[in-house]
Structures are given as C-alpha cells and as structure tokens.
C-alpha cells in the first residue's frame, strides 16, 4: 500500500493546505479571536502532520500490506449501478415514485445476474409499493408523484 | 431514580398497544437485518430512521431501540448456522455455536442464545435505568471546558476502533471533523464551506451521511463481490432449550451480563468487545475450559449476554453524556436529535416523558425479544438464505429512499451517494468509518464548547486542566490512547509472526 499512502498523504496535504488558506477568510467575518476560521485551520494543520506521517511511514516501509483488493470487473459493475441509480433519480421525478422504483429494482436484479423473470417482477413491484405505501399513507411523507399525480 | 415516573412510563408503553408494536417490529427487523451477513445493526439503525420521522418521538425511539437489540441478538443466528456473524457482535458466539451447529444442535445453540441474549439485556437495561440518572446528575455541573473534554475522551475512543492503523482511524476523525465545519458557524452565523449552495447552509445532514457510510458502502462492496459469494443454506430443528440446560449456565449468563453492561458503558468498546471478554472470562474461569471451542452451549451463553448486555449499557454514555458507546448507540444519538431531543444531562432535566419510556421500553424490548427469538428462529434461519441478488438492490433502495426522507432533497441523495463512494475506498485502503460518525456527532460539540472555554479564558488553555472534572477526561482520554496503542502494536506484531510462521511453514512444504 506504500504508493496510495504517498498519494493520498500528497492529497491530503494540498487539501489541508487550500482548507487553511479557504478558511483564513472567515477571520475577517468577526471580532473573536477564535473565530470561524479557528477550527477550520486547527483540523486543517492537524491533518497536513498526519499526511506527512503518512508519507514518511510509507517511505520507510512501515505501510500496511493490503487485507482485500478491488477486482476491476466488480468495480465496473458497481460504477454501473451507481449510473442506473442515478437514472433512476430522474426516472421517479418523471414518472412517480412506485413506478421508477419497481423499473430500478428490476433493472438492477437483471444487472446483478438474478435469473428468475417471475421473482424479478413480484419482487421488485411487491418491495415499491410496500415502501410507497408506508410512506404515503402511515407516515404522511410526501414521495415524487412525476406526470402520474393521481397515484403513485 | 424516580419510581413514580418509571412505573408511569411502564404503564405507557406496555398498556398502550402502538408501542408495543413499535417494539416488536423494530426487534422482528432488528432481527433480519442482524441475521443477513453483511447488514449490521448500524446499517438497520441507519436505514430505518426515516421510517420513524413520522412518528411521535417515543414510538420512533422505541423501534429503534428494537431494532439494536434485535439486531445485535439477531447476528447470532447466521454465526451459528453458517459460521458467518450477522454482525461483529456474533463473532464470539460462532466459535461454539458453529460446532454446536455441525452437531446437529442449531436448535438448541440458537435457543439458549435467545435465552442468554434476554438475560444479559434485561440486565443490562435494568443498570441503564437505575445508573443513568445518577451520571446525569454529574452531567449538569458541567460548563463549556468539560463538554469540551468530553468530547475530547469521545474523540480518543476513535483509537479503540481504528482498526489496523491507528493514524488512519485519526485521519478518519478529521475528516468527519472537516465535514461538521461545513455550514452556519454555530458561534458567529457565518456560512462556511457553503460555495455558494443553499443545501450545505444547514450543514451535511446527518442521515444522509450515515447512509452513505453504512448503507451506500456497503452496498458497494456486496455489488462488487456478487459473483463471488457463496450461496448459503441452513437447517435448524428443536429451539426450546431443556431447564436444566437453561439452570446450569444461567451462572455464567448474569456473570457475563454485568460485566457486558460495564464493558459497553465504556465510549468505543461496542458490544463486540464485550462478547470477546465475557467469552474470555467463561472460559477462563470454567472447570473444563478445554471443551470451550468445541461447541458447549456456555460457549454460546457467555457471548450471548455479554453482547446484549452491552446495548444497555452503550445508552449509558449516551443517553446521559451525549457520547455514543459505539456505532450503533451514535446512530440512535442522531435519531434523537431528529426528534427534537439533545442528547445528555439536560435530557434528564427537560425531558422525563421520554427517558423514562425509553428504559421501560427497552426492558420490554428484552421480552419480546425472548418471544419474537423463541418462536421466529426457523424462519429467520430461512430468510438466510434469500437471494443475495434480491436483497442488494432492495437495500440500494432503502439507502436512495432514506437519504431522501429527510428532507426531500434530491442533493441529500447525491451527497450520500458521494459518500458512500469515499467510504467504499476508505475501507479497501484501511481507513475505518466508524471514526467519521463519531466525528459527526462530536465534532460541534468540541468546536463549541472549545472556542467558547477559549473565550471565557480569555484564551488561556490551562482552563482545560484546572477545572477537576474537565481534568480527569483529557487523562482518561490520554490513558485510554495509550493504552489502545500498546495493544493494537501488540495485535499487530502477533499478527507479523503468524504470518511468518505461516510462510515458513509454507516454505518447507
């Protein structure tokens, strides 16, 4: 892990850094001595010393050995799901809540590899509006109703 | 201890049929989400706070309450029928109830852990509610320099739970820290780290980014990985354990019960800990101890009331300090501040009509706990082994529909899901979590309570060192850093030679 401990440590300290500087501005806001900007710097110095230590444990070897990777096949997937859920973010303020959530969990099930077409719809329709349901009607949230305002 | 309001919140939640539905669908939930391997009771805690802010604040609390200890006795269930802990609490309970399990004595393991489990968290409710208003009373004296170093300890407790690298965990904390900075300055009014977005004047909401944590991350990873993991089955017959079996260990149950609930009461422990200790101290003081790790039910007792004793005693701290004992407990300290209730000494000044329905219903908990246990455990035992491929998009859902709950805020849901992508590689390259939630919750209170010592001391921080009280917790925190420091050095140099061992044993074959 000695190479993500040099990078983040580099990424932590240019962080640290701009907080620093961004946080300054805040001191001219008002007449404490420590004021808004006090905290802000306090965290900001203290994280630039422990990225130093960080870059200087790994420069010494003292890096820890890696317990688990990322498989990039694994990876790519999960970038995906985040897209369809992103999708599905608009989806349900287009068509409604109960509608766009029974499109995302069928999507996202057929994505994942579940085989079964049956157990895909009655779940997936079962789980929005079970969900809907309680959010509409027992505690009186309000959900996305989209262009079906009647409904779901 | 007022007993007139005790027995008055007794008759509140008990003869008032609504809350004892809370409970018992908090426990049944608690209990399904502590069984799936993968969903933790903070997960659960987490993701079903938005189904309680509709409710009034003691109906909201009492599920959640079912929900942690539903949760921690649920991850028993899945460590003993397939070796995999439902949570990190179980993990104890696995080295005797998995062979128990191979045995052909599921039944029995899960039984007497249900027993245990009521036990050890009817005691360690019982000392919450005695314990709690008298550290309460301690509370009240304290002005702005011992929140102050309350806060500090709470913050030195992220060393216990920093896992492997304890500069990693610190590094989390100042994350989580950096993240509270974000909004009003409580002190001044001035916007800070807004850029300019109406959403981020209010600060990062806490809901939010617990999901993204907890949930999100999780989530991630379990998307990651489907291919890869394993199917599950598992089988259990006869629950009802024989009195007898229940006679002879009920010793080593309240022994472990009590010493559960003082292990949780300490900030950052958690009722891991606990579990590992108690099991720990049964062995050590059995007249076998060899037979422990071949599966006894003891072995399954022990852990059992120490875990669930914890929970009682993880609300000590919290309730009364607003210090969390452990993940869970921080989580339970943001859902009562979405209820309008500020954690602490004063809750116990301002607000006796829900502290004292939140010890009855957390005894209540315990009972229904022990019924829901006994009588549910074959069907728990199945929804085990639900299609993972269903389960992870149903709880991708829950985290997009809790994190937009809160305040039907579409930005809500992004943040969450920007966290949860951090989270997902905070965890690959061994940066704990768990520290940012503390930081969430104790980062305004150190900020606050800091600047403002500063300025009634006209800057001079010795003002942290003279006040007795605030005193004692820098040295408690100091004591307690030390000591996690030598002991995760020790951890890791056993692990070292392990590992060389392993080698070397790898090598000559």
Known sequence: MKKADIGVGIGLIIISTWIFWYASEYSKATIYYYGPNFFPQFLAIAMCICAIILILNAVRGKSLARSDRIHLKGFIRMVIAIAICIGYLFLMQAIGFAMGTSAFLYVLMMFIGQQGQVKRITSSIAVSLIVWAIFRYFLIIPLPTGMFAFTF | ?509
Do not use: W
Not at chain 2, 126 to 134: A, K, R, Y
Not at chain 2, 258 to 277: K, L, N, R
Not at chain 2, 358 to 375: H, K, N, R, W, Y
């Open chain 2, 1 to 509: 201890m007022d007993f007139t309001l005790l027995a008055a919140a007794f008759s509140t939640v008990m003869l008032t049929p609504i809350n004892f539905i809370f409970v018992f669908i908090g426990i049944t939930a608690g209990i399904i989400v502590g069984a799936l391997p993968g969903l933790t009771a903070t997960m659960g805690c987490a993701l079903l706070i938005p189904f309680t802010f509709g409710l009034p604040p003691i109906q909201g609390l009492l599920m959640l309450i079912g929900i942690f200890c539903g949760g921690i006795y649920g991850g028993s269930i899945s460590g003993i029928l397939i070796r995999t802990p439902g949570t990190p609490a179980a993990a104890a309970t696995l080295l005797d109830g998995y062979p128990l399990s191979q045995k052909g004595l599921a039944g029995k393991a899960i039984g007497i852990g249900t027993v245990a489990s009521f036990v050890g968290g009817t005691t360690g409710a019982v000392i919450m509610t005695f314990l709690s208003p008298q550290i309460a009373k301690i509370g009240l004296k304290f002005g702005p320099p011992e929140f102050c170093s309350l806060a500090i300890f709470g913050l030195g407790m992220i060393i216990t739970i920093s896992g492997r690298s304890i500069l990693k965990g610190i590094m989390a904390a100042i994350f989580g820290l950096m993240i509270t900075v974000i909004g009003f300055d409580p002190l001044s009014g001035v916007p800070r780290f807004t850029f300019g977005s109406q959403n981020l004047l209010g600060g990062v909401t806490f809901i939010p980014a617990l999901i993204g944590l907890f949930g999100y991350a999780q989530v991630f990873r379990n998307i990651e990985k489907i291919t890869t993991l394993p199917p599950v089955e598992s089988k259990v017959e006869k629950i009802l354990p024989k009195i007898s079996e229940i006679t002879s260990n009920l010793k080593t149950m309240f022994k472990s019960a009590v010493m559960g609930t003082f292990i949780g009461s300490i900030p950052g422990t958690g009722c891991d800990v606990a579990a590992f200790i108690t099991y720990g101290e049964a062995k050590r003081s059995s007249k076998h101890p060899e037979k422990f790790g071949t599966g006894i039910l003891e072995g399954v007792a022990a852990p059992e009331a120490g875990n669930n004793a914890a929970t009682g005693g993880a609300m000590i701290p919290m309730l009364t300090l607003g210090v969390p004992g452990d993940a869970v407990t921080a989580v339970l300290l943001g859902a009562l501040t979405i209820h309008g209730l500020q954690p602490g000494p004063m809750l116990f000044r301002d607000h006796l009509d829900v502290i004292y329905p939140i010890f009855a219903g957390m005894i209540m908990a315990q009972f229904i706990l022990l019924i829901v246990g006994l009588s549910g455990a074959r069907v728990f035992a199945k929804l085990i082994t639900v299609d993972r491929r269903i389960l992870t998009p149903v709880i991708f859902f829950l985290c997009v529909v809790g994190s937009y709950a809160m305040r039907f805020s579409f930005f809500d849901v992004g943040l969450s899901l920007v966290i949860g992508v951090i989270a997902y590689f905070m965890e690959y390259y061994d940066y704990p979590v768990s520290p940012i939630l503390l930081a969430l919750i104790l980062g305004p209170m150190a900020e606050q309570n800091l600047r403002r010592s500063l300025i009634i001391s006209h800057g001079d921080p010795s003002v942290f060192f003279t006040r007795p009280i605030s005193a004692a917790f820098i040295l408690l925190a100091v004591a307690v850093i030390i000591s996690s420091y030598y002991r995760i050095k020790k951890t890791a140099q056993r692990e070292q030679q392990s590992a060389l061992i392993e080698s070397g044993t790898n090598h000559e074959a």
